[in-house]
């Protein structure tokens, strides 16, 4: 098996501030998906996301499909996204080590996992 240094390594995250996640080679965004190889905008609209019932299994699909083994999903700033127990389920179905936190809190965490894992995550940069 290839040590992270093969694979394609996550983009770190520079700095999280209100509405605004600074991604290094990527740019900024004010929700974002990061995945090992990249970034892009969140739409919540692609899949219906709204703060509850929270985060969908079709918003982490792209992540598993990028090949993470772990996933860190933001709660928001003041942490009023919540994550939908079925999202929470496809993860652990898969295997996957899945981390919700604070969004803060899961930056630092995300940019810890980059350094030894296959991460991804979904960042919401306000409430």
Request: glycine share 0%.
């Given at each position: 098996m290839p040590t992270i240094a093969e694979q394609t390594v996550s983009p770190r995250i520079a700095?999280?501030?209100w509405g605004r996640l600074e991604v290094e080679g990527e740019g900024t965004f004010k929700d974002a998906k990061l995945f090992p190889g990249g970034a892009?905008?969140?739409?919540?609209?692609?899949t219906g996301t709204r703060h509850e019932p929270g985060i969908q299994p079709a918003d982490v699909a792209e992540l598993l499909e990028r090949g993470a083994t772990a996933v860190v999903l933001s709660k928001g700033i003041l942490e009023r996204l919540q994550v939908c127990p079925e999202t929470l389920e496809l993860l652990e179905g898969r295997g996957v080590a899945v981390h919700v936190?604070?969004?803060e809190q899961a930056v630092l965490r995300y940019n810890e996992l980059r350094e030894s894992e296959r991460v991804a995550g979904l960042f919401h940069s306000t409430c």
């Open positions: 700095r999280l501030s892009r905008a969140w739409d919540w609209r692609e936190l604070q969004s």
